[in-house]
Nanobody
């Protein structure tokens, strides 16, 4: 089994910054890609940013220029630096890992989510 543990969410004022972290552990042979998704009340879960094992990053239009995703392959950890936060960024942020497990199975895993609230 694989576990993803997120941290770094919280309450921040508009224009502020937060840094989310997600550490993966367990029966991991290889992590193909990691990403951050978010879900606001009444909305579907949406991709915020993803990063491949070769550090190729992909961003939603809403995140471009404000958010930066990075990855520490040795620690199986992914980060999301969020700057210039807006109230519309308020959501639960979920970490995702596209993995090959030690059983040689390709599996998708999710964290439990961390709340980000942008409000004055």
């Amino acid at each position: 089994q694989v576990q993803l543990v997120e941290s770094g969410g919280g309450l921040v004022q508009p224009g502020g910054s937060l840094r989310l972290s997600c550490a993966a552990s367990g029966s991991i042979l290889r992590i193909i890609a990691m990403g951050w998704y978010r879900q606001a009340p009444g909305n579907q879960r949406e991709l915020v940013a993803s990063i491949s094992s070769t550090n190729m990053a992909n961003y939603a239009d809403s995140a471009k220029g404000r958010f930066t995703i990075s990855r520490d392959n040795a620690q199986n950890t992914v980060y999301l630096q969020m700057d210039s936060l807006k109230p519309e960024d308020t959501a639960v942020y979920y970490c995702n890992a596209d993995t090959v497990t030690t059983a040689l199975l390709r599996r998708d895993f999710w964290g439990l989510g961390t709340q980000v609230t942008v409000s004055s």
